[in-house]
């Protein structure tokens, strides 16, 4: 492999003296697919507009293929981009709108038209070439722009929530689209989402993003394995905050029972427990109190409290019809390495 | 009944509307002695002003169309993209011309201009700024209801990474999604400048308006039977603009 595609370094934003970026470092790795995920306004969509010159660094540097492209402007970084917003050129066929880019580049008529086919047969629409954008539908016309995006060979790929105006099973459906193209075409992609179950199926690895830095980067099953905050392991997944005391030798006492924490603080804490981790048992002499179920499709949710806690268990739904609301049970934490918080749990 | 009283209005209003536009057509093409008749019409366009204050109007429309366009794209271009918060000023400022009357326009411009350059007024040219000020608010807001039909931004920036420079942006992507809006303003514009009558007599340039006007004077007849053209003549372009505004898009290819 050359040079890291898209690297940031110590990259700083500011919005009349708010600062939105703090510093941020990150190296995209040639043909990964890299989720940048985080709450609204976290700054997920300015880190990606400097990325493709469309917002200027306060401060540090932004390298494409190793070259500082600071100050080359948006239309020569060789950058795609595919955004939230619908963006066809509306004037434009689909076929058309593949072929702006390849027009900008001198191509000729003829092998715009051939090269504009092939993408649009890419991404599934070779039927629609002559539609346009008000005659598709918003997941094709999504679709088109992702291939007019393709069209151009950009070296790094960028998508700020393309999927988010579409209804949950064309998203799901695109989700799979777009993770295919990518490999097929092999482009290295930034994957801008506020969705963690986007982020975690989509991606190679995940960077999660919490005020205007980056919490943690990996792949998505470290991010959701071993989250290296509360902010991240709350963030990605659900977890259950659980009132915990440390000991001096490390042992968590949670939910009574004993565990392990690789954290140095002793004494009164949360634990942070998700609720897989979690087993169940009908108990008539249980110390915990199923209080609901929610049906969530294959998993089904208890809910129970423990000690005034409420706590969260996914259980299989097939054994879910065990456990209903009034019954005691056992709860039994099953993690080696129990996140904790430093506060002790409200 | 209300499917009675929507007719009767509709009745009413086109009688309204065509009842004296008949009449002036009646007026205009007959005479008392000799009846249905184009001599009042073919006196009128034999004046050899008749061409010569056409042109001038026409002329007139088409550069003030032309320079009202070139000033307020790129600046509602620039509102648009880098200065959003500016608009409602922008807005407001630019009704500033349809509060100010012509006359007083006119005695300003005469005052300053008179004293600081004499020549400037006697050209027909003089004019053109003139007209620009007074069908501004009109453009304006034409333009301005275009631009914010469109997700201009995200259409700029979509050019833009794949390559475009500003020009090509601006030739391929932003002309094309404005033509409807820039066709409004056109017929806005053209329409007030065949029309203006206020300041071309002010200043004493002979326009269209200016000979209907005089022929009003002379030849009554002539005078209406050229309004009933104009009119039709006004209609004329106002449906061809329109046509050119919505031509069916689907089925065009590469
Ligand atoms: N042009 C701008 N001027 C001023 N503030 C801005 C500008 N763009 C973004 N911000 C602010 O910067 C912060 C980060 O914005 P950004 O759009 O990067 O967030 P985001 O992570 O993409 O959020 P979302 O998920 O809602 O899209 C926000 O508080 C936003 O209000
Ligand atoms: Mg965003």
């Known amino acids: 492999m050359t040079s890291t595609p898209v690297q940031l370094q110590e990259v700083v934003k500011q919005f009349s003296g708010r600062t939105v970026l703090e510093s941020i470092d990150l190296n995209v790795h040639g043909g990964e697919l890299l989720a940048l995920l985080g709450p609204s306004g976290c700054g997920k969509t300015t880190a990606l507009r400097i990325i493709a010159g469309f917002e200027r660094a306060d401060a540090g540097r932004v390298l494409i293929g190793g070259r500082d492209v600071s100050r080359v402007p ?96 064309v998203r799901q459906q695109l989700r799979e689209e777009i993770r295919r193209v990518q490999r097929e075409v092999g482009t290295t992609t930034v994957l801008v989402t506020h969705d963690q179950e986007e982020a975690l199926s989509m991606a190679d690895r995940v960077a999660v993003m919490h005020q205007g830095r980056f919490a943690q980067i990996g792949t998505p099953s470290e991010i959701y394995r071993t989250p290296a ?69 294959a998993i089904t949710s208890i809910e129970v409290t423990w000690q005034d806690t409420p706590v969260r268990v996914d259980v299989p739904t097939g054994t879910a019809t065990r456990f209903s609301a009034g019954d005691r049970v056992r709860i039994t934490p099953a993690v080696d390495n129990v996140l904790v918080e430093k506060e002790a749990a409200a | 009944m209300s499917r ?62 032309l320079a009202a366009l070139a000033l307020l794209i790129p600046t509602l271009l620039h509102l648009h993209l880098r200065l959003p918060q500016a608009l409602p000023v922008a807005e407001a400022l630019s009704v500033l011309p349809m509060v100010v009357p012509a006359v007083a326009l006119v005695n300003g411009a005469n005052l300053t201009f008179r004293a600081t350059v004499p020549g400037f007024l006697t050209s027909m040219y003089s004019l053109v700024p003139f007209y620009v000020v007074l069908t501004l608010p009109l453009v304006y807001r034409s333009l301005d209801a275009g631009f914010r039909a469109i997700d201009l931004r995200t259409l700029v920036q979509a050019s833009t990474s794949l390559g475009a420079g500003p020009i090509r942006t601006l030739l391929r992507v932003v002309l094309p ?26 200043l004493l340039h002979n326009t269209y308006p200016v000979f209907l006007a005089q022929t009003g004077q002379d030849s009554p007849h002539a005078a209406a039977a050229l309004a009933v053209l104009t009119l039709l003549g006004t209609w004329l372009l106002l449906s061809a603009f329109s046509l050119a505004g919505r031509r069916p898009r689907t089925g065009a290819t590469t």
């Open chain 2, 4 to 65: 009675f009283l929507r007719t009767a209005v509709l009745v009413l209003a086109a009688l309204l509307f065509a009842v004296p536009l008949v009449s002036s057509g009646v007026f205009g093409f007959s005479l008392p002695t000799t009846g249905w008749t184009l001599d009042p019409l073919l006196g009128a366009v034999q004046n050899s002003q008749f061409r010569d204050q056409l042109l001038a109007s026409l002329t007139l429309a088409l550069l003030t169309t």
């Open chain 1, 229 to 297: 905050s509360s902010f991240v392991a709350s963030f990605v997944g659900v977890v259950n905050r659980v009132p915990a005391t440390i000991n001096s030798n490390g042992r968590v006492g949670v939910l009574g029972a004993e565990l392990t924490t690789s954290s140095a603080h002793r004494g009164e804490a949360t634990a942070l427990l998700r609720p897989e981790d979690l087993q169940i048992q009908p108990d008539p002499e249980g110390r915990a109190l199923v209080t609901g179920t929610t049906l969530r499709g």
């Open chain 2, 177 to 202: 999604n404005l033509r409807a809006a820039m066709l409004t303003a056109s017929l806005l514009s053209v329409t007030l400048v065949l029309g203006e009558y206020a300041l071309a007599t002010l």
């Open chain 1, 74 to 169: 948006a239309s020569r970084r060789g950058v795609g981009i595919v955004f939230q917003a619908y963006s066809l050129f509306p004037h434009l066929s689909a076929e058309q709108n593949v072929a702006y880019g390849l027009a900008v580049r001198g191509l000729p008529r003829r092998e715009r038209r051939k090269r504009a086919g092939e993408l649009l047969e890419l991404v599934g629409l070779a039927e629609h070439g002559a539609k346009f954008p008000h005659q598709l539908s918003g997941g094709q016309q999504q679709r088109v722009a992702l291939a007019r995006a393709f069209a151009v060979e950009p070296s790094v790929l960028l998508l700020d929530e393309p999927l988010s105006a579409l209804d949950a099973f």
